[in-house]
Structures are given as structure tokens and as C-alpha cells.
């Protein structure tokens, strides 16, 4: 966990009055709706389809429970009593006044939570692997380096007015978890022959209706030269990023349109304008950060403890823990994935009573820390494998222990025209059709890993260029209708997914998804070669003809 | 609309020309960079306070060889949410060191006076009267920043190495 000191808290405070001002002259008419947007957008405030739309950021993905408490008392006191976590590394409310929202603001500061940055153009909340100093294959926490960048991004006074969005994301491992390839700024966290720690960096990723996979810009930045180096990406972006026309405005399009050697060429000669310079870090404000981050006092414990044992017994209890529980840096310790994914459910809601006794949980079995992942589902980073009967049994009553972390009901989506103004087309009945259709876990077992990612229009917040399996609505003649796309991924092989063909109407994509899968279990093979990986191997053209063959 | 400079609004010294018309003999003149650079040489010899105002899409390091000559740059904001004046700002501070005054003229609003003072400018041509009051009070509602700029301010982290590396008691 990252500990607020006073700095922090005094610029999270002066924020939260600054918004007050803002909103009081929106409401006293001093400020337009043109003017105000930019401000609100920059405190994560939308104006959506029925309401304003507040979003919070969790940077890296890490809560305290106190933290979390407050999100729940957020979601029961302005808003409808519950929140739905994005795939962002962001928790929103739906249903927010704008009076009532500078309240929520000050509420939420009062545990070092705020909402900067998390919309506008400017540099988004910074996002990691949520895995981060827990991981067993990690080369360092990836948390302390995302933290230095939120610090360094937040407010900043060039680029809080840039042609378009902008986002980090950072991974420490082999496997990527934070899909850093899909980000305008994806940092891999290594260390060179000299045992030095910096980065590959990698830029120009992103979804949306142009989608592209990040490209390497240079293999190796030293860390203390991080900041001056992005700060020479961001300098290039802004300055020649596109401002005439907004699909044309991420770094993607120029990194695109320049050629990734130029565009380099271009961040070299501006990283020698700033290197060396005031941004150079030192060990001694990297360790200052790093000593903020507080890790639990674990105790040497058996990696297969009498409780663990006992209930292995338990069918139940044993399919939750095969998908759920992963490997900790600590033998005697386990990362509990918890699943916000149940059958008939909208991906990534949580209820205030659920978010309360989750954060309970933390305390009791977790040391008080939770962690929110891109995938749209919690986990608790260090629980006792010992614990794991007992907090099964508990996350089981809180109906989070559903059994499908990473299986075919573990959906990525985003709100889609239920609740976004962008929208084109519903993407939570979709899910919750999804998770219906393959509720019967020994059926999602036997197909093992396979990622659906649902988006209701072409911004792609469902990030479905990415999914194994990915469904795009769009619209054609006032009807909803779906692109399917398969062979995607967001990890370290990441790669856009393939169309298989023309897009069908909304009753039919989820028997559409069931013959996909279908085609999949006869043309593996073995039952270890994921569906990514079949699609990989074989393309598209068979699963095309099986879908097709009968519409 | 009102000119704000040292936390006070000011009259304006300077009078904007434009590019069809004639320099007036003596007195502090803003010219296009266009005029500027058609004839640099000659009208930074002029014995009177020059001013240039540099368009938002233009590389800033052509200013460099007339730095010293300049008295001002206005730098220009078409909206607010354009932000390219906030990077040519701080690479003619910081890294050309221009010394003069640096105006941001268009959309300028309250909410981004303490982003404009951070990057290096030190006079803004604000659109709106209530704006340009509330000057002081906008620019004081920070005390704390996590970026080092050119105004002077620590960082966070600089602030905070200090505490690492102070000796104890």
C-alpha cells in the first residue's frame, strides 16, 4: 500500500476546492456547459445518457479497506447503492447530482482516493498489473514506478490539454497483465546485463476504431531517466498530435502516419532538450517512494497447510480454487482472485454491502488490501493459503466466489447503451446472456481459457479487439447487430482479433459464441491448446464456415 | 479585454499592427510572425520594444537566433482546450532561456492561470473581466506541485528528498 503523506494530501484537498469552485460557478450559470466540460471531464465527471457519470481512479489497481469502505458509502450515500468497476483500474457511480458531487469528492479525499484525471485529454490514471509486489515473477513492484508517473502526470500544467486521452500502463513480468500494448505509453519494467532496473517503452497502442499494438520505441530507458523520457513523448504528442480531427488525435495515428523511426527521432531530439535535467530521478526519491509502499509482516507458513488439504475434498471449494487462487511471492500465501462476473449479472458491478464485507474480508484474511484488475474483477493480494476454505465460504455467501476467473463466463464489458451516451448497442444483456449459456462449470473447464470481451460501440471501452472471442455492436437500420471477431489478446502476444464474417443481429450472438466454442472442441488439438492459440494455428476460415454454414 | 501582468490588470503597452499596415516610428509594437520573419533583421534593430506573436503550430526553436531582441511573446491559446502553447512555453523558458515577457492571448480562463504561470507565462490576455479579478486567488489555490517547471517550485519529489537527505533533529 501507498501512504498519502502530506503533500499528497494537501494537493488531493486543494483539488477537491478547486472542483467545488468550478461546479459553483456551473451551477450560478458564471461558467458554460462548453467551458465547464473540459474541467468536469478532468474530475472524472460524464454527462451520460440519463445522468452525470462520476469515475474514481485506483491507481495500480491497490485499495485499502477504509478505501474501499469509502467507495461504498460513495455508492450508498449520492448514488444507487452500488458501483461497477472498469477495466481501467476505476470504479463509477451512474446516477450522481452534480451538486452533490464536490461532497462525494471531499468524502472520498479523506482517504487519499480522487477522481484527477480520470477523463479528459490529458494523462489518464496510470494503471499496473494488480498483481504488482505480489506476483512470484516480477523483476520489482511495478506499483512504486506507477506511483512516481500518477504523481508526476497528475495536474500537470503542459499536458493537461492534449489533442486526446492519454494512457500508461506498466508491467513488471514476462506475462503481461496490464495489457501495456494497448496503451499510448506501455512500460516494461526490466533489468539490463548491469543488473540496472529501466524500461522497454513501448508507444502507440490503442483500441478504439483504429486499433494498433504498441510499438517498441526503445529497448531500454533507465529509470532514473523515466520521466524526462516520457515527458519528451508527451512534449512530441503535443506539440504535432492531430487536433483537427478527434479520430485522428491519439499518439497511434502519428506514431502511425510518421513511421515509428521518425517519430523516435523526433522524442530523441526533445529528450535532449529535458535529460539530465530537474526530472532525473535519484535513488533517493525512488526510495522515498518505494518506502511508502507498506508490505504485510507475513509469517512463514506451509505452502500446504492441514485446512487446505481437508477441504480438498470439496468439489465445489476445489473447482473455485483451481481458477481463483494463483501463486504468491511468499510459498505459504495465495492472490484470491474474486469474480464480479455472476451468472446473469452485469460484468464488474458490486453492490455498497458487497464492497463493506468485501473490505471486511480484506481485513480479516487480507491485510486489510484489495486489488481491482483490468479483467473488471477484485482480488484480495495476501491470503494465507491456510485461510482458504474459511474465505471461500465467506466470498461464496457474498455470491463473488463464482467459479469462472479466466473461463468463457469471465466477460469483459463495457456499459453500453444501458448507460453510455456513445453507445450504439447493449452490451450487458449480451453478458449476461453469455454467462447463462455457459454457467455449467464442468462445460467452462473443459474449454478453459477463453476471453469474451464485449464493446457496445466502436470506442471499444469493452476493449473487443483484444478479446479471444470479441463482440462489437454497431447499428444498422435502428437494429442492434454485432461483429465478431476471434484470435485477439491483450498480453504479451497481444494482437487485434480477426472479423469472421458479416455481423449478426442481437438474438443470435450468443448462439453465434456457442458455435464458435463448438468448433473450437472439435478442432483443438489437445485439450491444453487454449482457443487463442487454436485460432492461431488453424485461422479463421474454419470457425467462419461453421458459423456460417447454417445463417 | 483586460490584460493581466504581475498579478494586476495593466493597460496594454504594446500595439497590435497589422501585417498590411505601417510601423508606427517609435513605441513598443506586436507584430505576426510572419511580418517578423520576413524581415527579422531590420525590425529587431528597431529602437523601440518589439513583440511577436507566434502562431501555436510553429517549431519555436526559429525564435531562437532573435531571443534577446524580442521584448515579448504572445503565444496563442485558439481555444482553451488547445493546449500546443503550453509546450512552446516552457521550451522557450526553459530550455532557450527567453527572458521576456510571455503573454498567452485567446481562450485563457481562471482555471488554467496556475498551469500558465507554471509554464513560463507572466502575462495573460483574459477573456473574460471576472476571470482577470479573480486573478490572485486563482494562482493561490495551490501549494503543492509534483512537477518541476521553470516558476521555481520543488516538486513533491525533490521537496521530499530533501527530508530523506536532511540531517536528523
Known amino acids: 500500500m501507498y501512504a498519502y503523506d502530506e503533500i499528497d494530501q494537501t494537493l488531493v484537498d486543494e483539488r477537491v476546492a478547486e472542483f467545488r469552485d468550478q461546479v459553483q460557478r456551473r451551477l450560478s450559470g458564471e461558467l458554460t456547459e462548453d467551458e465547464f466540460k473540459p474541467l468536469r471531464l478532468m474530475n472524472g465527471v460524464y454527462l451520460q445518457l440519463h445522468a452525470y457519470m462520476f469515475r474514481v481512479a485506483i491507481p495500480y489497481g491497490t485499495l485499502s479497506s477504509a478505501q474501499l469502505r469509502k467507495l461504498a458509502h460513495v455508492a450508498r450515500k449520492y448514488d444507487r447503492g452500488y458501483g461497477h468497476f472498469t477495466t481501467r483500474q476505476n470504479i463509477q457511480f451512474n446516477w450522481i447530482a452534480l451538486k452533490d458531487l464536490p461532497d462525494a469528492l471531499a468524502d472520498l479525499a479523506e482517504v487519499g482516493i480522487h477522481a484527477m484525471q480520470t477523463s479528459g485529454n490529458c494523462t489518464r490514471n496510470v494503471t499496473a498489473d494488480q498483481w504488482g509486489g505480489v506476483a512470484p515473477d516480477e523483476v520489482e513492484d511495478p506499483r512504486v514506478w506507477a506511483e512516481i508517473l500518477r504523481q508526476h502526470t497528475a495536474l500537470h500544467p503542459e499536458f493537461s490539454f492534449l489533442p486526446r486521452k492519454f494512457k500508461f500502463a506498466i508491467t513488471a513480468s514476462d506475462h503481461d497483465r496490464a495489457a501495456i500494448k494497448v496503451h499510448d505509453i506501455g512500460l516494461r519494467l526490466i533489468r539490463n546485463e548491469q543488473g540496472e532496473t529501466g524500461f522497454e517503452v513501448l508507444v502507440g497502442g490503442g483500441l478504439g476504431r483504429s486499433p494498433f499494438i504498441g510499438k517498441s520505441i526503445k529497448p531500454f530507458v533507465r529509470g532514473r531517466d523515466i520521466l524526462s523520457y516520457v515527458e519528451a513523448i508527451l512534449r512530441v504528442y503535443n506539440q504535432y498530435g492531430r487536433r483537427d480531427n478527434i479520430y485522428k488525435a491519439r499518439i497511434k495515428i502519428l506514431v502511425h502516419e510518421l513511421g515509428i523511426e521518425k517519430f523516435a527521432a523526433e522524442v530523441e531530439q526533445a529528450w535532449q532538450e529535458v535529460a539530465e535535467g530537474p526530472l532525473t530521478l535519484d535513488d533517493e526519491m525512488i526510495e522515498d517512494i518505494r518506502s511508502r509502499f507498506v508490505y504485510p509482516a507475513y509469517e512463514k507458513l506451509p505452502a500446504m497447510p492441514d485446512e487446505l488439504r481437508a477441504a480438498a475434498g470439496d468439489a465445489r471449494f476445489e473447482a473455485w480454487r483451481r481458477n481463483s487462487v494463483a501463486p504468491h511471492r511468499e510459498p505459504g500465501y495465495a492472490i484470491v482472485t474474486l469474480s464480479l462476473k455472476p451468472v446473469g449479472g452485469p460484468p464488474g458491478d458490486a453492490t455498497a454491502d458487497q464492497i463493506d464485507a468485501i473490505a471486511d474480508l480484506a481485513d480479516k484474511y487480507s491485510f486489510g488490501e484489495i486489488r481491482v484488475g483490468h479483467e473488471q474483477n477484485l482480488a484480495l493480494p495476501h491470503v494465507a493459503r491456510r485461510d482458504l476454505p474459511a474465505l471461500w465460504a465467506a466470498l461464496d455467501a457474498l455470491g463473488v466466489a463464482t467459479p469462472n476467473v479466466n473461463l468463457v463466463s469471465d466477460i469483459i464489458a463495457c456499459p453500453g447503451l444501458d448507460y453510455c451516451s456513445l453507445a450504439n448497442a447493449r452490451s450487458i444483456p449480451i453478458a449476461q446472456e453469455l454467462t447463462r449459456r455457459f454457467a455449467n462449470h464442468e462445460t467452462a473447464n473443459l474449454i478453459g481459457r477463453l476471453h469474451v470481451n464485449i464493446s457496445g460501440c466502436i470506442n471499444a471501452c469493452g476493449h473487443h479487439h483484444v478479446g479471444h472471442i470479441g463482440i462489437l455492436g454497431v447499428e444498422k437500420n435502428d437494429q442492434e447487430f454485432y461483429q465478431i471477431t476471434i484470435g485477439g489478446r491483450a498480453d504479451e502476444d497481444a494482437r487485434v482479433g480477426d472479423l469472421i464474417g458479416p455481423a449478426v443481429p442481437y438474438a443470435e450472438v450468443a448462439d453465434v459464441v456457442e458455435d464458435i466454442v463448438e468448433a473450437y472442441l472439435a478442432l483443438r488439438e489437445k485439450p491444453e491448446e487454449l482457443f487463442v492459440d487454436t485460432v492461431k494455428r488453424i485461422g479463421v476460415e474454419p470457425f467462419k464456415e461453421r458459423v456460417y454454414a447454417t445463417r | ?169
Open chain 2, 1 to 169: 479585454m483586460p490584460l493581466v501582468k504581475n498579478g494586476a490588470i495593466v493597460a496594454d503597452d504594446f500595439v497590435s499592427v497589422a501585417d498590411d499596415a505601417e510601423l508606427p516610428a517609435g513605441g513598443a509594437v506586436l507584430i505576426s510572425a510572419a511580418r517578423f520573419l520576413a524581415d527579422a533583421e531590420a525590425l529587431s534593430a528597431r529602437n523601440a520594444p518589439l513583440g511577436v506573436i507566434w502562431p501555436n503550430n510553429r517549431d519555436v526553436a526559429e525564435l531562437k537566433p532573435w531571443l534577446d531582441r524580442l521584448s515579448l511573446i504572445a503565444l496563442v491559446f485558439p481555444t482553451f482546450k488547445d493546449g500546443r502553447a503550453h509546450s512552446q512555453a516552457r521550451r522557450l523558458r526553459e530550455v532557450y532561456g527567453f527572458r521576456g515577457e510571455l503573454r498567452a492571448t485567446g481562450q485563457i480562463l481562471r482555471d488554467q492561470f496556475t498551469f500558465l504561470l507554471r509554464n513560463g507565462f507572466d502575462s495573460f490576455a483574459v477573456t473574460k473581466e471576472s476571470d482577470a479579478q479573480a486573478f490572485g486567488e486563482a494562482t493561490h489555490r495551490y501549494t503543492e506541485f509534483y512537477q518541476p517547471t521553470g516558476d521555481g517550485h520543488l516538486s513533491a519529489l525533490q521537496r521530499r528528498r530533501k527530508r530523506h537527505t536532511a540531517p536528523a533533529g
